[in-house]
């Protein structure tokens, strides 16, 4: 057992375990001011109140000594395995040329994907640890991480086996991996792209299966990339091998991306900078979650998610990180919080639930993280002494405000 005692506000608290946050729900966010928190052997919260009524603990204690604290962050879209970087074609953006150009040029993904598949599993696996204990140090507990840098089938079942590499090696986290073969059409296969589909659909799939490597199977459903026909197909077969479908939706062009994941009733719609009044609607009242990646806008300078509109409409939004080296090369959730205040025009508290509640739900996982609940686990993100408020914390947007993450009750 371990007490947390004299926590200054514990934020996130939520009695019951609640699923998803819609409209006016999404700016709840809970607290208790002067806290104690009960860890147990296995990591979880046993349970918590005010100072008033602290227990008397046999193990050990921790004073938080007025520290703020909250539940940690859950990023439910991330690339965090590639190999390399591609700060060449951050020059080429700042010389005017647009993402989709970079792309028909033979750069983007099949740039990552020729990186990859030239790199050893072994140098992979290292360079992606070194990413994902980055992460976890900046108060990420939860993540998924998608294949789709390769996009040959030994390749992606390199990557796949890089993520069940890193859920052994950190244990403390949660990791979900999902199959991303459909990430773009490699070179050989541009002048019959439904060549690579029966590719995915027939040797990819079943071997991925074979060892259980994916929760979830994605696709880039985009002009140039993956249409909605080719997208439900994949996903139908996916379907009978157990994998959920998550979607990269309406990034680029409004292209029936939002529909598609409606369709296959995919858990959720990610990107959706290009959508219309119309999707906004039918996402609303449809039961797929809508995650905007503003992390992605703000690097390639493209419009954001309308997600003000959406919490309006009564969407079930989330954000996440989209960590990778292309378009998101960062995996800051902090910062993502202050794009969603900045940029997303969420409140503070929208926008944190939107990156912890919303999240976990977007991966299956309300149960086991994203909020103070008992019988949850105690990840938790302890914020430095002299942060005054919530809203301060995405606020200060350059600002270290994160001391110290602690996550399944092991600090890190
Ligand atoms: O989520 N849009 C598709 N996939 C990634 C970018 C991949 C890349 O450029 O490497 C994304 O933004
Ligand atoms: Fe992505």
């Known amino acids: 057992m371990l007490l947390i005692k004299n926590i200054g506000r514990l934020l996130g608290v939520q009695p019951r375990e609640v699923v998803c946050l ?39 204690t921790y004073d938080a000594d007025g520290r703020m604290v909250s539940p940690a962050f859950v990023d439910s879209h991330t690339h965090l395995v590639y190999a390399g970087s591609r700060e060449g074609e951050f020059l080429d953006k700042i010389n005017g040329l647009s993402y989709s150009e970079i792309a028909a040029r033979g750069g983007g993904i099949l740039n990552s994907a020729a990186r990859l598949n030239a790199t050893s599993e072994d140098e992979l696996f290292g360079q992606s640890a070194a990413r994902l204990r980055q992460v976890a140090s900046m108060g990420t507990c939860a993540i998924e991480i998608k294949s789709g840098y390769a996009l040959t089938l030994e390749g992606e079942l390199k990557m796949l086996r890089v993520i069940r590499r890193l859920a052994d090696a950190f244990p403390e986290m949660i990791i979900k991996s999902t199959f991303l073969g459909a990430h773009a059409v490699p070179l050989q296969y541009k002048s019959d792209p439904e060549k690579y589909v029966d590719h995915i659909i027939n040797d990819m799939l079943p071997a991925v299966a074979a060892e259980n490597l994916a929760d979830f199977v994605d696709a880039f459903c985009e002009i140039g990339f993956f249409t909605p026909e080719q997208t439900l197909r994949i996903f139908e077969a996916a379907r009978a091998y157990g994998l959920t479908p998550r979607l990269h939706a309406d990034q680029l062009h409004c292209c029936r991306g939002s529909e598609t994941a409606i369709a296959a009733n995919a858990i959720s719609a990610d990107h959706l900078e290009s959508i219309g009044e119309e999707q906004v609607q039918l996402l609303a009242a449809s039961d797929v979650i809508c995650t905007a990646l503003p992390g992605a806008s703000f690097f390639l300078s493209e419009p954001y998610a309308p997600a003000r509109a959406m919490v309006k409409a009564g969407c079930a939004v989330a954000i996440a990180s989209d960590y990778n080296p292309g378009t998101s090369p960062s995996g800051s959730m902090k910062f993502v919080w202050s794009l969603g205040c900045i940029k997303l025009r969420l409140t503070p508290a929208e926008a944190f639930n939107a990156i912890t509640v919303n999240t976990a739900a977007a991966l299956g996982i309300s149960d086991k993280c994203g909020s103070i609940t008992p019988g949850k686990y105690a990840s938790l993100i302890f914020y430095d002494r002299s942060v005054p408020s919530l809203e301060y914390i995405p606020y200060a947007y350059t600002q270290d405000t994160i001391e110290r993450a602690m996550l399944k009750g092991v600090w890190k």
Request: charged letters at 35%; one cysteine or more.
């Open 22 to 60: 819609r409209g006016a729900d999404l700016d709840r966010l809970d607290s208790i001011e002067n806290a104690w928190l009960l860890v147990d052997d296995e990591g979880l919260i046993a349970s918590f109140g005010r100072m008033d009524t602290c227990p008397d603990c046999q193990g050990e």
